[in-house]
Nanobody
Framework: QVRLVESGGGLVQPGGSLRLSCAAS????????MAWYRQAPGKEREFVAV???????HYANSVTGRFTISRDNAENTVYLQMNSLKPEDTAVYYC???????????????WGQGTQVTVSS
């Protein structure tokens, strides 16, 4: 019913930049929060950043000042601009969205399949 598709991952050198995108599609009535999480090898999935429908944002301490989350409500898309990347940013990045479907009165969380980001020289 809802599909989230991430793109923009890849290999980048330390200090470089990447921009991730995540587009939501399906029988969507409304989307509240959209967020990014990441999971490094051997570690638990961790929060990166979130943006509300109104544009309010919150970041993990580890990415504050380097990453910027934004969204396009008309396109049901969330972005993550990542600058000054470090090797410790290497992970699979997942987007998530809190979505209300056309025929429901409740919001549910949906996840994308993830996109690999590797920071290495």
């Amino acid at each position: 019913q809802v599909r989230l598709v991430e793109s923009g991952g890849g290999l980048v050198q330390p200090g470089g930049s990447l921009r991730l995108s995540c587009a939501a599609s399906g029988t969507i009535s409304s989307i509240n929060n959209m967020a990014w999480y990441r999971q490094a090898p051997g570690k638990e999935r961790e929060f990166v950043a979130v943006v509300s429908r109104g544009g309010g944002t919150h970041y993990a301490n580890s990415v504050t000042g380097r990453f910027t989350i934004s969204r396009d409500n008309a396109e049901n898309t969330v972005y993550l601009q990542m600058n000054s990347l470090k090797p410790e940013d290497t992970a699979v990045y997942y987007c998530t969205a809190t979505v209300r479907l056309n025929n429901k009165n409740v919001f549910d969380d949906y996840w994308g399949q993830g996109t690999q980001v590797t920071v290495s020289s």
